[in-house]
């Protein structure tokens, strides 16, 4: 079995966690009484304010500057963003179903999201220094 770069790997499940989260929030539009919400400005009770429609969107993109950063950071910062950012994004996610009020497909992909950012976190933790990559 071919041996595959532990940054390549790590990139492409931030590019899978991220695409996930978009079609997360596609799907979650599909559905009318959220949707009804969002045209409101007040989705689960919160105000939809610029400020924090700015603090998720700061948020994502460290999801997404980890797409890059997997790949071009050397082993021991790579390893530690990885495995602080997996366990961070696993907290976020996690956080928001303790209110209980979502949707199935927002458990399903929840659920998927969570189980991928513990699992950067834990193939992070588990890498080992390899002087040839």
């Not at 939809?48 to 071009?72: C, K, N, P, Y």
């Amino acid at each position: 079995m071919e041996k595959i770069d532990k940054k390549i790997i790590l990139s492409t499940l931030w590019i899978f966690l991220v695409v996930n989260y978009i079609f997360c929030d596609v799907f979650t539009l599909f559905y009318a009484p959220n949707l009804h919400q969002f045209l409101t400005g007040f989705v689960g009770g919160m105000e939809l304010t610029q400020g924090f429609l700015l603090t998720f969107a700061i948020i994502m993109e460290f999801a997404m500057v980890m797409i890059v950063l997997s790949r071009v950071l050397k082993y021991t910062l790579n390893r530690w963003f990885n495995i602080v950012g997996g366990l961070a994004f696993t907290l976020v996610q996690a956080g928001t179903l303790i209110g209980g009020d979502f949707t199935i497909h927002y458990l399903f992909f929840s659920l998927i999201e969570i189980s991928t950012t513990l699992y950067i976190a834990g193939l992070a933790w588990s890498w080992k220094y390899n002087k040839a990559v």
